[in-house]
């Protein structure tokens, strides 16, 4: 087995870790659980009074009782002689991440069920060789092996697997965490990430905006009832919980309430907090804090010489930036949608632990496993025009799947496979791939000749599709490289229009389906009235074949209903054929490919 | 065939079985985390909802608290009380339990200190106050109390 390596995202108020299992970026949980704010291990050491060393969120949770015994964002502090004195005795930065490094290899390792002796460290991409040195040293301390050190913010781009385009680009990634906000400027190229210029705030983040949230709601409480709630830890605490879950529901809702019965009591007895808050509410609030990050982005920019229209990619990290506010604010600086799809809690651990599986042998360099999967479906045209799937929409690749199909009419010698890809179950809706025609079908009535599609994509991408004749052996394949490049765009264009078509393209799908059931059924009665002749009674032979006829008449024509109807007037009608023939099952149910 | 291709062919060999033992070793290891991903996704939902509900729940009991019968209809307070027991029941019966601290011994991998006093009536920390009360749903800790301590008092 390979030994694993795991990613850690050390951070200046909290930390993350994360390893790849099965070839995906998994988060690895802390033994006391998530806490808030997403990441796992709060960045907090404490030596008690009686000398016992707490970490992470237990250190966290006596620091009120304890501040000249706790400390945290030392991380501020990496690679200068600076030292932190906890009751008397002093330690290094390096010390206290190695405490912290500690915790999180024990707790890795009981998620693992395995040792962890070997890690990939995050550290900004400001940070110079001193502060490096001293987060390796750490590691050490810790007893763990740091086989690489990366920056935040490329560890961020290889959880978005931007490595794997084989592109040359821009990357701006906004990282705006509870505290601090930092701006980072890449070039990627030759499989290498160049830092470009780096700025940042180092009193601007989240906190900020959830105390901006809690004012609102205390002032305004003040203002209708005169009760001040900031006097009661307990209600304050009410509040606080109640903002933080108002703004995580403002993320996806416009409007929210908050209810708090029996917040305080006055002389006239208990007092309730109603109120609703909207999301214009919410953003008049934290929009002052979120204009602060324009000036780091723009010296930014000017550092790198470049126009914002030169960013290629815009990578968000950190809790904050899930509000939409905040994302329309980078678009309307940078004037581009940032790239979505990975928690931007998780993606710097994600990205280090991706970067440890590809040291570890265990990923190659460039198959980062997040965009290794099929991003659109891709299937064949059958009877009627419809599209029917082969490989649904984010499969994970490499892979083979094979469906058998038929023939759609008698004594046909060849089938035309007409390769498509997209979500819309009509294949006109669909984007053509290529197609091919398989030969030398041996003569044969409709729905005996099995022939077996198989598509296979293989590890780098290439599809190739192959049509078997189950019962010669012959096959003819067609192959059709990177049948998913489409760009990011496309995709979500594609996707969004399987839904917005959704119920038009039921209907074609229901018509296309009901066509090919009255088709197969006037075969099937024709071919029974044929062979069985005399046997069935003249009144009944006339009264089927004036159904036939007239089923025929509305498959001519583009009613629908009436179709189904003079489909079901046959159906009945042929009953009174007789059982003998029904019984054996006719041909003619299944696929077919379209002739 | 020449000796060099079966030696080609063995190493080729040699090399699939390595990757092909590779394989099924990452798969067994999948598994095993695969299930164990099965159960803690299973009482991650559990908690998921038990963490919305909890504020319900202690609003609810806030106002139950604060109810007398001799200032509502009685029938309408039996009737408020009964829901309240029912939601109680209910959440107790998913293993939700209310952590009772007061006056306990503070412990950070318990409790969570957001005040302290000093007092010479305690000879440990102690708990004296529950700012915002704690649950743990099957033996494991959803949400910490958040309490106020007492820190024992040394004169100067």
Redesign the interface.
């Known amino acids: 087995?390979?030994e694993k390596i795991i990613g850690i995202d050390l951070g200046t108020s909290n930390s993350a870790a994360a390893v790849v299992?099965?070839g995906r970026p998994?988060i690895i949980?802390s033994v006391?659980?998530v806490t808030l704010y997403g990441k796992a291990f709060p960045s907090y050491v404490?030596i008690t009074k009686e000398n016992e060393l707490?970490v992470g969120e237990?250190?966290?949770?006596?620091?009120?009782?304890n501040p000249e015994g706790t400390v945290t964002a030392w991380k501020r502090k990496m690679g200068s002689d600076h030292k932190y004195v906890l009751h008397g005795k002093e330690y290094t930065p390096q010390q206290l991440s190695a405490f912290l490094l500690q915790k999180i290899k024990r707790d890795a390792e009981a998620f693992?069920?395995e040792p962890v002796k070997k890690a990939v460290i995050t550290v900004p991409a400001y940070f110079n060789d001193n502060q490096r040195q001293a987060t390796k040293d750490a590691g050490a301390i810790a007893g763990l092996e740091v086989v690489r050190i990366i920056n935040e913010p490329t560890a961020a781009a290889l959880a978005y697997g931007l490595n794997k385009l084989d592109q040359e680009m821009k990357i701006l990634v906004f990282d705006l965490g509870g505290g601090t906000l930092d701006v980072t400027i890449m070039e990627f190229g030759q499989g290498v990430f160049e830092v470009k210029a780096t700025s940042g705030d180092t009193q601007l983040g989240g906190t900020d905006m959830d105390k901006a949230l809690v004012d609102y709601i205390v002032d305004s409480y003040r203002k209708d009832t005169g009760i001040d709630l900031r006097k009661d830890?307990?209600a304050m605490?009410?509040v606080r919980?109640?903002a933080e879950?108002a703004k995580i529901e403002l993320s996806s809702m416009t409007e929210t309430e908050i209810?708090?019965?029996?917040i305080a009591y006055d002389s006239s007895?208990?007092k309730n907090l109603y109120m609703r808050i909207n999301r214009a509410t919410l953003e008049n609030l934290v929009r002052p804090i979120i204009e602060r990050c324009r000036t780091p982005v723009n010296q930014a920019l000017q550092d790198a010489k470049l126009q914002p229209e030169d960013i290629d990619k815009i990578i968000l990290v950190g809790g904050p930036t899930r509000m939409p506010i905040v994302q329309e604010f980078i678009k309307e600086v940078l004037g581009k949608e940032p790239e979505r799809g990975v928690d931007p809690m998780e993606c710097v651990a994600m990205g280090a632990a991706i970067q440890g599986a590809i040291l570890a042998g265990e990923m190659k360099d460039k198959d980062i496993v997040l965009l290794d999967v099929v991003p659109i479906s891709l299937g064949v045209e059958t009877l009627g025009g419809i599209f029917t799937k082969i490989i649904d929409r984010n499969t994970t690749i490499p892979i083979r799947r094979s469906e058998v199909f038929t023939t759609a009419a008698d004594f046909q010698t060849s089938v035309e496979i007409h390769v498509l890809q997209g979500e819309r179950p009509m294949a006109a809706d669909n984007v053509s791939l290529g197609r091919f025609t398989l030969s030398g079908i041996p003569p044969a009535p409709k729905g005996v000749p099995k022939i077996e599609v198989t598509f296979d994509i293989n590890a780098d991408g290439i599809l190739t599709v192959t049509a078997k004749d189950l019962g010669t052996g012959r096959d003819m394949s067609i192959k059709i490289t990177a049948p998913h490049r489409l760009s990011k765009e496309e995709i979500d264009r594609m996707i969004r229009e399987a839904e917005q078509f959704a119920e038009q393209d039921r209907r074609k799908k229901q018509e296309a389906e009901l066509r090919n059931e009255a088709d197969s059924v006037i075969y099937t009665v024709e071919k029974a009235l044929n062979e069985l002749g005399d046997k069935v009674p003249g009144e009944t032979r006339k009264e089927v074949e004036e159904q036939v006829r007239k089923l025929k008449e509305a498959l001519a024509g583009k009613d629908v209903s009436a179709i189904k109807d003079s489909l079901e007037r046959l159906k009945k009608a042929a009953q009174k054929i007789g059982g003998a023939v029904y019984g054996e099952g006719g041909p003619g149910s299944g696929k077919e490919p379209k002739s | 065939m020449s000796d060099d291709t079966v030696k080609a062919l063995e190493a080729e060999k040699k090399e699939l079985m390595e990757s092909l033992l590779?394989a099924k070793?990452?798969l067994a290891?999948?598994r095993?985390?695969?299930e164990n991903e099965v159960r803690?996704s299973e009482s991650a939902a559990v908690e998921r909802i038990m963490r919305k509900l909890l504020?319900f729940y202690e609003?609810f009991e806030?106002?139950v608290r604060?109810l007398s019968a001799e200032s509502v209809n009685p029938t309408v307070y039996e009737a408020v009380i009964m829901l309240f027991k029912e939601l109680e029941n209910l959440l107790q019966s998913e293993g939700l339990e209310k952590m009772d601290v007061m006056g306990k011994e503070?412990n950070?991998?318990d409790?969570?200190?957001?005040?302290?006093i000093e007092s010479s009536d305690v000879s440990v920390?102690t708990v004296v106050e529950v700012?915002?009360p704690g649950y743990k749903l099957h033996n494991?800790?959803l949400k910490?109390p958040?309490v106020?301590?007492a820190?024992p008092y040394k004169p100067p």
């Open positions: 087995m390979v299992i099965g998994t949980p006391e659980g404490a707490i237990p250190a966290r949770r006596q620091a009120v009782l693992l069920g830890a307990s605490n009410r919980e109640a879950r209810n708090l019965p029996y007895g208990p | 590779y070793a990452e290891n999948l095993r985390v695969m803690r504020p609003d806030r106002v604060g503070f950070p991998f409790h969570e200190a957001v005040e302290f920390e700012v915002s494991r800790i910490p958040k106020k301590v820190k």
